[in-house]
């Protein structure tokens, strides 16, 4: 488990650091409301601040030829915009608010600049960039190999890893976007999965039944990235 010592954040990578290092930082952060849909930077453009979520969840999206689909998720557990405190300040992916929630935010020239000071603050992000490029090989792997049901299960679970209680708001049209298929899919896939006991769908809403029973539908296609996340930031402390 990746222990921490400051006890008034939520966010996993700011959580982690040396009191000395989080107070270095911390008058360069500031609240902020992540509003559902609410881009927090796009394709091409530079990146003005990254965000460390303490509530809610975000998604990193590719768009190629019209088509999205969606190859990494962030949450209470890291930080939206890494690249750009690690000095790559623009990429060709997307990124927007999925699950509305709250976080902290600090402008990307003081966050390089921090970087560049802080030396566990560096670690922690360069670990962090680490388990995003796992995230995204696994999301190809499920893409290219699993099935849809298998899928809408991943992500279910990777969006309950990052809430409170046992449902996750989503609608089943940007399930569909996120899963890369159309929407009448998306039902016939809930469906699926209602029938075995393992979710409860309503409108806007997926409600998790069977936990354990979920992750073993899932098999291989979660948990990859999330057992690396514990293991390279148990290396840290």
Known sequence: MFDGVQTDVINRILYGLPSTEFDALRPFLSPVQLDLHRSLYEPHRPIEHIYFPESGFASVVTSILGAQVETGMVGREGVVGVHAA????QTPLRCFVQNRGTGLRIAVRDAQRLV?????????????????????SVAAFANARQTVPVRLAR????????????????????????LGVRRAGVTTTIHILEGQGLIQAKRKKITVLDRVALEAFAGKAYGLAEAEFERVFAMAT
Do not use: K, N, P
């Open 116 to 136: 560049a000071e802080l030396t566990h603050f560096r670690s922690h992000l360069v670990r962090y960039e680490h388990v995003l490029s796992i995230q995204a």
């Open 155 to 178: 992500w279910v679970l990777m969006g309950l890893d990052r809430v409170d209680g046992q449902e996750v708001s989503i609608t089943h049209e940007f399930l569909a976007m996120m």
């Open 86 to 89: 690690l000095g790559i300040g």
